[in-house]
């Protein structure tokens, strides 16, 4: 069964202060992998996007990677912000057979940014 | 506004009420999915559309459950006799199938459903 498992499930940190999400998954055959970010009462937006030959990826204060061998990701914010408060899900895609994109995602990560 | 919308934004029903929510996909993309998420949880697949043709529906999906898309735009989903179990965050997703595998999928806002 694909599955797709985060940790930590909650985290709090200090505005200015860096923090890592992981991401471990069991999906296959893999395509890619997506990091998106949630905001409270909003729909999930892509962050990053992986493939199976990409270790890394940045988007602005965000740095994801990937280790396809180990069938793990993570996700590494620069600099937190108090914005950056959200739930960061992390989601896997099977081979598209022709259907419907096979997304598997994660539980997500809520990240609490405080003063 | 060019992102996907849904609405109602939030509704609150008693049970065994019907209930229907529409989305908006962006502008000329073909594909358009809908998930359910309850809290702390991530979202799961229900169904989608490839235009207007219905092409898998998830075991998550009960008899109570309709998706419409008639025309391959805007897109319907009628819940039927809701119960309290249906007590969730609907959303919609478009994406545009273009022949390259990485196809991005755009998210709502979401319907927030609550069944008293």
């Known amino acids: 069964k694909n599955q797709v498992e985060q940790s930590p499930q909650s985290l709090i940190i200090l505005e200015g202060k860096n923090c890592t999400l992981q991401?471990?998954?069991?999906?296959?055959?893999?395509?890619?992998l997506r990091w998106y970010k949630q905001d409270t009462g909003r729909g999930p937006v892509s962050l990053t996007i992986?493939?199976?030959?990409?270790n890394t990826k940045s988007n602005g204060r965000y740095t994801a990677t990937l280790d396809a061998d180990t069938k793990q990701s993570s996700l590494h914010i620069t600099a937190s912000q108090l914005s950056d408060s959200a739930s960061y899900i992390c989601?896997?895609?099977?081979?598209?057979?022709?259907?419907?994109?096979?997304?598997?995602f994660g539980t997500g990560t809520r990240l609490q940014v405080t003063l | 506004d060019t992102g996907v919308s849904q609405n109602p934004r939030h509704k609150i029903t008693k049970r065994g009420q019907n209930v229907t929510f529409r989305c908006d996909p962006i502008?000329?993309?073909?594909?358009l999915y809908w998930y359910r998420q309850t809290l702390g949880q991530g979202p799961e697949f229900l169904t989608y559309?490839?235009?207007?043709?219905?092409?898998?529906k998830s075991r998550l999906l009960s008899d109570r459950f309709s998706a419409e898309r008639p025309k391959g735009s805007f897109s319907t989903l009628e819940i039927q006799r809701t119960e309290q179990g249906d007590s969730a965050m609907y959303l919609c997703?478009?994406?545009?199938?273009?022949?390259?595998?990485?196809?991005?999928?755009?998210f709502g806002p979401g319907t927030r459903l609550l069944v008293l």
């Open positions: 997703a478009s994406s545009l199938l273009s022949g390259v595998e990485q196809e991005t999928q755009y």
């Open positions: 991401c471990n998954y069991t999906v296959s055959p893999f395509s890619n």
């Open positions: 992986m493939t199976f030959s990409e």
């Open positions: 989601v896997v895609s099977a081979v598209n057979t022709g259907t419907a994109s096979k997304l598997t």
């Open positions: 502008s000329e993309h073909n594909r």
């Open positions: 559309f490839q235009n207007e043709a219905q092409l898998e």
